[in-house]
């Protein structure tokens, strides 16, 4: 009998030690499982930080080869220790391009996206024709289809009609023989027929002058304003044209020809003659003088430009003769500016003079005379000075209140937006 107790008692002890080695073995095995997937875990979470820097490394390397004009392809493999990227880069779309880097570090994949964009500079036109400290002169039903704001005297000897308002800043200044469809400011109106409200100012004068509604009076002198475009940003668009490069002497297209050019630095003078068409691709900056005639034209580059405008930058003077094309991309609220720094105030030769039949464009001169002659009908005009030759048009365009400017694929970029999309 107490052998038998013995017997049990043993394999009692022998169940219980093999039971809780069961146990312990067990406990081992999962804490192992549990150790080896936490392992696995961590590896593929930092294999997947590793694929996330991979593909920004992809990113910064082709905003540098883009930046500093290297030499690329398109897809590009980029390799990076035990990783690699692939960066694939979108044709150039309404001055933007969709860049993806693709990451792969041992399988794991993380791709980022960013959008790359020509930088723009918004220029608000508020109105048909912005006129600094020269005065406007309107010939015999010269006409101005939108808002006028004058710095000096706005005068039609015969008469002149503005559609919409009219406002002419400073003491001693005047509306003069001008037949305006709504409100009127000004210092002093003379000979004149308003729509709307007329507002003068105390120590001004009415004479000969009627309106719609009320004859208003205000102590205050009517404030001046500068004109859209200051200097820097003339500065900023030469700089963006001689990043493009330079063309020595003269440009000249002769015949029906159609060349692309931009961003570019013109040294001597531009011409376009006999149906020869220059498309824009961007800033071009022209030094000398600028001549358009015979159906020649200038385009902006659709591809280039999208729905963004461009600048036709002039330190001499720019004649445009009868029949010439003048656009901007083809796309909506795409203008073609047509921008000249020359003083010149001569009505022979002005700063730009603009003559029969010419659609479409923006005329700007910060310091000279721009001149529009015989049945011109134009988008906007801004100058220093201005003359309307009679029957000449300005039908004001709405958009361009705010109106995006960019250099082109050769100006200064920037990002748009820089995400993760995988």
């Known amino acids: 009998m107490l052998s038998l107790k013995n017997n049990q008692r043993g394999f009692a002890a022998f169940f219980i030690t093999i039971l809780v080695?069961?146990?312990?073995?067990?406990?081992?095995?999962?804490?192992?499982?549990?150790?080896?997937g936490q392992q696995r875990i961590s590896g593929n979470i930092v294999k997947s930080s590793q694929a996330y820097y991979v593909a920004e490394a992809g990113i910064e390397d082709i905003l540098l080869r883009l930046t500093n004009v290297m030499n690329w392809s398109n897809p590009y493999t980029l390799d990076l220790g035990d990783g690699f990227t692939t960066i694939e880069i979108s044709d150039f779309i309404g001055?933007?391009?969709?860049?993806?880097?693709?990451?792969?570090m041992k399988n794991r994949i993380r791709k980022i996206q960013?959008?790359?964009?020509?930088?723009?500079?918004?220029?608000?036109?508020?109105?048909?024709?912005?006129?600094?400290?020269?005065?406007?002169?309107?010939?015999?039903?010269?006409?101005?289809?939108?808002?006028v704001f004058s710095n000096s005297s706005v005068i039609a000897p015969v008469r002149g009609f503005v559609d919409d308002s009219i406002q002419v800043a400073k003491s001693g200044n005047r509306i003069d023989g001008l037949i305006v469809g709504k409100d009127t400011w000004s210092h002093t109106c003379k000979d004149s027929s308003v729509g709307g409200t007329l507002t003068y100012v105390s120590g001004g004068s009415l004479v000969n002058c009627t309106a719609g509604g009320e004859i208003r009076e205000q102590p205050n002198e009517i404030e001046p304003?500068?004109?859209?475009?200051?200097?820097s940003v003339i500065d900023n668009w030469k700089v963006d044209a001689e990043g493009g490069g330079e063309v020595v002497g003269d440009y000249i297209l002769d015949g029906k020809?159609?060349?692309?050019l931009g961003p570019q630095k013109i040294t001597g003078n531009l011409t376009l003659d006999n149906k020869a068409i220059l498309i824009m691709t961007g800033t071009i900056w022209v030094v000398g003088d600028v001549l358009i005639r015979n159906e020649a034209g200038i385009k902006l580059d659709p591809v280039s430009y999208g729905g963004m405008s461009g600048v036709l930058l002039v330190d001499g003077k720019?004649?445009?003769?009868?029949?010439?094309?003048?656009?901007?991309?083809g796309q909506e609220g795409s203008y073609l500016l047509l921008l000249s720094t020359s003083p010149s105030l001569d009505k022979l030769a002005p700063a730009i003079e603009v003559d029969n039949t010419t659609a479409g464009g923006i005329f700007y001169t910060n310091q000279g005379l721009i001149v529009i002659r015989n049945n011109v009908v134009t988008r906007e005009v801004t100058g220093y000075q201005v003359y309307l030759e009679e029957n000449a048009i300005?039908?004001?365009?709405?958009?361009?209140?705010?109106?995006?400017?960019?250099?082109g694929p050769g100006g200064s970029w920037e990002l748009a937006s820089w995400k993760e999309i995988e």
């Open 257 to 260: 020809v159609t060349e692309y």
């Open 95 to 104: 001055g933007s391009r969709v860049i993806t880097s693709e990451g792969n």
């Open 21 to 36: 080695l069961a146990i312990m073995f067990g406990i081992a095995i999962s804490l192992a499982v549990l150790t080896l």
């Open 225 to 231: 304003r500068d004109l859209p475009i200051l200097q």
């Open 318 to 329: 720019i004649k445009i003769r009868p029949g010439v094309i003048l656009e901007g991309s």
């Open 394 to 407: 300005i039908d004001y365009e709405t958009g361009l209140e705010d109106t995006c400017f960019t250099s």
């Open 114 to 147: 960013v959008v790359h964009q020509v930088s723009t500079q918004e220029i608000s036109f508020y109105y048909g024709a912005q006129i600094g400290d020269g005065g406007m002169e309107m010939g015999n039903n010269a006409r101005v289809k939108g808002n």
